[in-house]
């Protein structure tokens, strides 16, 4: 009888990890300088992050080894790490934002493993919806090289490398560099410029959004690929945004609707 117990345990352990999702989602961003240096940043789902520090899940502060090439992001105490741990609960939205980098040699070599965007073991959104079909790099030289015109981004599903040439355009360079998860129910990205009007454009005081289906969300980004504002939970159809206290300079903004369709677009700030 016990071991039936045991054996009916088992089972329900087994089948509960195969429908609710393993306790741990790994997915790495590995870079590769010129001179054959690497080093690599971290996103993980796992079902014991919180919203602060979780030094047990790797995102306690790592110090920069000035000697060679490091990667590094930001944690919530604005220590340098090479993960970033998020909760089950996030999913589908998430993201590695400014990944910045010190004592490289050009080109870079980016590579990541595709299988991981449609993995099992990733959390669940609905019993269909348990994958990532949206992922992409973010900065001006990936905006600019995009291998997926209609996303206008660089598609991260489409290959499992890129190549980062030496690349400068005013003050900016290759990094900082961002990395966006999405699962988007409409499995695209659209540019919005022809769908939700903003104006004016560019501009320097007020921003308008005005949208025939109600907004969700909306992260302003600058050249630095940080997040320079956002507003959650708005749902409105439109919006008046005070940029005055904004630097001049050309922004991104992302709009997510409230059918969780993502629109991006251009803005410059005078």
Same mark, same amino acid.
């Given at each position: 009888?016990?071991?039936?117990?045991?054996?009916?345990?088992?089972?329900?352990?087994?089948?509960?990890?195969?429908?609710?999702?393993?306790?741990?989602?790994?997915?790495?961003?590995?870079?590769?300088?010129?001179?054959?240096?690497?080093?690599?940043?971290?996103?993980?789902?796992?079902?014991?992050?919180?919203?602060?520090?979780?030094?047990?899940?790797?995102?306690?502060?790592?110090?920069?080894?000035?000697?060679?090439?490091?990667?590094?992001?930001?944690?919530?105490?604005?220590?340098?790490?090479?993960?970033?741990?998020?909760?089950?609960?996030?999913?589908?939205?998430?993201?590695?934002?400014?990944?910045?980098?010190?004592?490289?040699?050009?080109?870079?070599?980016?590579?990541?493993?595709?299988?991981?965007?449609?993995?099992?073991?990733?959390?669940?959104?609905?019993?269909?919806?348990?994958?990532?079909?949206?992922?992409?790099?973010?900065?001006?030289?990936?905006?600019?090289?995009?291998?997926?015109?209609?996303?206008?981004?660089?598609?991260m599903l489409m290959t499992d490398s890129v190549l980062?040439?030496?690349?400068?355009?005013?003050?900016?360079?290759?990094?900082?560099?961002?990395?966006?998860?999405?699962?988007?129910?409409?499995?695209?990205?659209?540019?919005?410029?022809?769908?939700?009007?903003?104006?004016?454009?560019?501009?320097?005081? @007020?921003?308008?959004?005005?949208? !025939?289906?109600?907004?969700?969300? =909306? &992260? +302003?980004?600058?050249? %630095? /690929?940080? $997040?320079?504002?956002?507003?959650?939970?708005?749902?409105?159809?439109?919006?008046? @945004?005070?940029?005055?206290?904004? !630097?001049?300079?050309?922004?991104? =903004? &992302? +709009?997510?609707?409230? %059918? /969780?369709? $993502?629109?991006?677009?251009?803005?410059?700030?005078?």
């Open positions: 009888m016990k071991k039936i117990y045991v054996l009916i345990t088992f089972l329900i352990n087994l089948f509960s990890g195969m429908t609710y999702g393993q306790s741990q989602w790994r997915f790495h961003v590995a870079f590769e300088d010129g001179t054959g240096q690497r080093d690599t940043v971290w996103l993980i789902y796992d079902s014991s992050a919180t919203s602060g520090v979780d030094t047990s899940l790797g995102e306690g502060h790592t110090p920069l080894d000035h000697s060679r090439f490091n990667v590094w992001l930001f944690n919530q105490a604005s220590d340098t790490t090479k993960t970033k741990a998020i909760s089950f609960s996030a999913f589908p939205n998430h993201e590695l934002i400014s990944i910045d980098a010190i004592n490289f040699t050009y080109p870079l070599i980016i590579r990541w493993d595709t299988s991981l965007f449609r993995s099992p073991i990733l959390p669940i959104d609905t019993p269909s919806n348990r994958f990532i079909n949206v992922a992409e790099i973010v900065n001006d030289y990936f905006w600019s090289i995009n291998n997926d015109p209609p996303l206008q981004a660089y598609n980062a040439p030496q690349f400068n355009f005013g003050s900016r360079s290759q990094f900082p560099m961002s990395v966006l998860f999405w699962n988007n129910a409409l499995n695209t990205i659209e540019e919005a410029d022809t769908f939700i009007r903003v104006f004016p454009n560019p501009g320097s005081y @007020i921003l308008i959004l005005d949208s !025939p289906t109600p907004i969700q969300n =909306i &992260y +302003i980004i600058n050249s %630095s /690929n940080s $997040i320079a504002s956002s507003y959650k939970k708005v749902y409105r159809n439109s919006i008046e @945004i005070n940029v005055n206290e904004l !630097p001049s300079g050309l922004y991104t =903004i &992302y +709009i997510q609707l409230a %059918s /969780n369709m $993502i629109k991006r677009l251009k803005y410059i700030k005078y």
